[in-house]
Each structure stands twice: as structure tokens, then as C-alpha cells.
């Protein structure tokens, strides 16, 4: 069963980089595409962007500008980067998996980051 | 930007059946997802590629896309499918989800 868990500093002042990084266990990280996602409190879901292992990254063109996404395929993590964040970056981040089905089959339990200085 | 729209409230009275729906623009030419998500919980795929459930998922949950409107249905639903209800669908390799539908069962 694979699992998916993230991590990452629950704090982060405003104009600063926000760091998340997802560990996958229990199954491959190749051939399968990792996204991150993110959920305000009380509101819905948020698609952040995608990449595979072999570096192709996609990211949602409202916020490509400040995104980055890296893999380690040695320690089997996956990266989120995301610049000069505000308050309305305060969110419920998942990492999840998706195949060739385009569905994301497997999430993280999500960690929450609060932008406050 | 591609926008999916989903009914912000749906009820049903136990035992009955639950119709969710999505638009989009052509929704039906592309796969459609739908994820149920329990407070405090993650959530959890339910349907993909518009009528598949994934191993786990009680038969009562099924699915259809065609033209701008995906539908999730629930037959027979149960106290425990109460939740929130989110499609999901990709336009030109970029995710996109609908609002979110919260079903309640009373």
C-alpha cells in the first residue's frame, strides 16, 4: 500500500519561500506523476502542479510564476517551492499520485502552513 | 482558465438516490474524477476515467460524462457517504477541480 506523507515547516512569514517536501513508501516513484495540492481552510481544492521523475513539470498558470517542484528519486521525495507567499497561501497542503488514469489515487494526510509573520 | 462548476449543496433522504453534477466546457470529451472528502480527513478518489471506481468503493457509486455535465451518483445512500464531493478533470495539463458539492443525508 503505498503512502505518502508530508512535511515541512508549519510556519512561514509573508514575502518568504514556502518548503514542503512529500516521502513516498511502499511502491515505486517512477512512471507515476506527483502533484501537490492545496485546500484553505473551509474552502475547496486547489491544484498547485505535477511533475514526473524524469524532471517534466506542469504547474497551474495562476501560480507558475512563484513554483517550483524537484524530485529525489535515491530518497524517494518529492519537492514543493513556492515564493513570496502571503496570507492567501494559509492552506491544507496534499501531495498525491496520479497514473495513467489521470486521477489521483493516493494522497498525503496534508499538512497545514500558516503565512504569518 | 478552464472552470468546473459544481452545485454547492445537494440533499437526500437515506435509502434514496444522489445526483452531483459538473459542467465544463466539452467536460465530456475529457476524463472525469470525482473524490469524496470527509472533515479533517484527505480525500479519496471515487470515480475516474468518468464510470470507474477503484477497488474498495461500494458499487452505489457510479458515474457518466457526456457533453458539459459529469454526474456522480449515489444509489442507496447511506448515512456515511454524507461528505463533501469534488470533480476533477485536466485541460491542457493543467488539474482542475470543481467547487465542491456538500451532500447531506437527512
Known amino acids: 500500500q503505498v503512502q505518502l506523507q508530508e512535511s515541512g515547516p508549519g510556519l512561514v512569514k509573508p514575502s518568504e519561500t514556502l518548503s514542503l517536501t512529500c516521502t513516498v513508501s511502499?511502491?515505486?516513484?517512477?512512471?507515476?506523476?506527483w502533484s501537490w495540492i492545496r485546500q484553505p481552510a473551509g474552502k475547496g481544492l486547489e491544484w498547485i502542479g505535477r511533475?514526473?521523475?524524469?524532471?517534466?513539470?506542469n504547474y497551474n498558470p495562476s501560480l507558475k510564476s512563484r513554483v517550483s517542484m524537484s524530485v529525489d528519486t535515491s530518497k524517494k521525495q518529492f519537492s514543493l517551492k513556492l515564493s513570496s507567499v502571503t496570507a492567501a497561501d494559509t492552506a491544507v497542503y496534499y501531495c498525491?499520485?496520479?497514473?495513467?488514469?489521470?486521477?489521483?489515487?493516493?494522497w498525503g494526510q496534508g499538512t497545514l502552513v500558516t503565512v504569518s509573520s | 482558465s478552464y472552470e468546473l462548476t459544481q452545485p454547492l449543496s445537494v440533499s437526500v433522504s437515506p435509502g434514496q438516490t444522489a445526483s452531483i453534477t459538473c459542467s465544463g466546457d466539452?467536460?465530456?470529451?475529457?476524463?472525469g474524477s470525482w473524490y469524496q472528502q470527509k472533515p479533517g480527513q484527505s480525500p479519496v478518489l471515487v470515480i475516474y476515467?468518468?464510470?470507474k471506481r477503484p477497488s474498495g468503493i461500494p458499487e452505489r457509486f457510479s458515474g457518466s460524462n457526456s457533453g458539459n455535465t459529469a454526474t456522480l451518483t449515489i444509489s442507496g445512500t447511506q448515512a456515511m457517504d454524507e461528505a463533501d464531493y469534488y470533480c476533477q478533470a485536466w485541460d491542457s495539463s493543467t488539474g482542475v477541480f470543481g467547487g465542491g458539492t456538500k451532500l447531506t443525508v437527512l
Open positions: 498525491a499520485r496520479s497514473d495513467y488514469t489521470a486521477s489521483f489515487d493516493y
Open positions: 476515467q468518468d464510470t
Open positions: 511502499d511502491g515505486s516513484i517512477s512512471s507515476y506523476y
Open positions: 466539452k467536460l465530456g470529451e475529457k476524463y
Open positions: 511533475m514526473l521523475t524524469s524532471g517534466n513539470t
